[in-house]
């Protein structure tokens, strides 16, 4: 049996609401399920579902500028409050935090070493700053927030790695593909078939983009940060 709930939207006092399947909403807000019709238990947008009474067409072209059902859905699942389990809130938590984190891990570095910080690191800066993850915000929209608070604890800084790289002739066919994965911003063939070529990545993955280009040429390449 189905579990039907609530989902409800409040915007300058007006309230939209629509039934639901839990199951099916927990899996369109993570993302597992994409049309939005799907989780509804009925094509009707209400104003107080407990009672039957529904919302006016007004008042919803009015505030979703819109009469397309799927898409006044859609807000309501993303914008609005959609009851969820206990369990379902823990994993939804979970899942934003290790977002927050890779997107910190990627772009940032320590600006005392340059280098960057470890996932585990700002992982145990958020639990020490007593970090709260919003499990229905966007992971970028949170990582400011959550900057400020463990800048306090760990240096960060959120930089761009420029670099200047040059493949022997023997390796270019097979970098190039990479480069271009790095952010590859110009390229210089030579006559002899090597490749001079310029990337920009976060600077983050630095480490990893050494670690790839070494190993495509078995420490042949010849990296220089610009």
Not at 141 to 167: G, M, S
């Amino acid at each position: 049996m189905s579990k039907i709930v609530i989902a409800k939207y409040s915007v300058n006092g007006e309230e939209f609401e629509i039934f639901v399947d839990s199951d099916m909403a927990y899996e369109y807000i993570t993302g597992k399920r994409k049309d939005p019709l799907s989780v509804l238990e009925a094509e009707e947008i209400f104003k107080n579902a407990n009672k039957g009474e529904r919302q006016t067409q007004e008042k919803i072209k009015k505030t979703f500028g819109t009469e397309d059902l799927a898409k006044i859905a859609e807000t309501i699942l993303k914008k609005g409050d959609v009851p969820i389990t206990t369990e379902q809130r823990h994993k939804l938590v979970e899942e934003k935090r290790k977002q927050i984190i890779n997107i910190i891990a990627v772009n940032s570095i320590d600006p005392r070493t340059s280098a960057p910080h470890t996932p585990t690191r700002i992982e145990g800066a958020m639990e020490q700053a007593h970090v709260v993850v919003d499990p229905f915000k966007n992971a970028n929209e949170q990582v400011d927030t959550v900057v400020k608070k463990i800048n306090l604890i760990i240096p960060i800084k959120f930089a761009t790695a420029h670099l200047e790289v040059h493949i022997p002739a023997s390796y270019s066919n097979r970098c190039y593909g990479t480069l271009k994965q790095y952010g590859l911003k110009s390229e210089e063939w030579q006559n002899d078939g090597s490749l001079k070529a310029a990337v920009e990545f976060p600077a983050g993955l630095k480490q990893e983009f050494f670690d790839k280009i070494n190993g495509l040429t078995k420490g042949e390449a010849q990296i220089n940060v610009i």
